[in-house]
């Protein structure tokens, strides 16, 4: 059976919109590991969040999988994680009730109080009819990666490395800084199969390079500093791709080299010939 979660605009766990969700203990039973979610928010309170949701409304704006669920171990009072997988954005809100009907079948009372739960077990049926009100919000290919996308690609995937704000969520600060820093440091070359974007493509691509960030942006502490030259490398845009592929299980650059079979690229020799 599925279940619709509970988005706050302020949160004050680290938790992260299609990454973790937070709830508390008395939810316990009613989230389980592979069951699928509906993202739900209740009506705007501040109105600074504004730009941060697709309606002031309560509505739904997302679906998802979970696939751990385990405790907040700061929490004092048994409250859990879960984790989720497979966050499908949607590109516009759905409302709580299309043509006057509710889509979940609300008890008749009292009725504020079911809106406020956290989680909300629903039957597969209501799901799938919220699901095919919804219109998933296209995600950026990696065909379409662009020097700025190549830090949007990061993002999509772990997060941006930087300072953890007090709401929504996580989110992290854009830092272009440590991105030039680590191309400093290391260099324009993939770190794991020596793609040079410049020698392949020519003056087009000179300069491009993709930043990868070596650990999980969800492992840093609030507030860590991140060192370029120990927490980044550069890759190529596939080398990147490939240790991103299975999101639960980032590949080192090590592991990456080990993996490495074949040479794809171009020797030096066979340039002009
Ligand atoms: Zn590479
Ligand atoms: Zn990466």
Known sequence: MPAVIAESDVSKWSDETGVRYHFPKQFKGALSEGMEVLYYKCRMKEKEF??????????????GRVVRI????DSTTGDLFADIEGFKPFEFAVPTKVDGQYFEPVPPTPKTNYWRSSVRKINQDVFDRVRSHAVLKEQPSLSS????????FETRITGIEGKKIAYYGVRYERNPKLRSRAIDIHGLRCNACNFDFEKAYGEH???FI?????????EYEEDQ???PATDMITLCANCHAVVHKK??????VEQLKGVLSGRWVFDDSTIGK
């Open 210 to 218: 993709h930043v990868h960030h070596v650990k999980p942006i969800s």
């Open 225 to 227: 500093v991140v060192d």
């Open 50 to 63: 504004k730009n941060l949701r697709l309606s002031t409304k309560p509505h739904y704006f997302g679906v």
């Open 247 to 252: 999101p639960q299980q980032l590949l080192s």
């Open 145 to 152: 990666v662009s020097e700025d996308g190549a830090q949007e």
């Open 205 to 207: 691509a000179k300069g």
């Open 70 to 73: 385990y405790a907040d171990l």
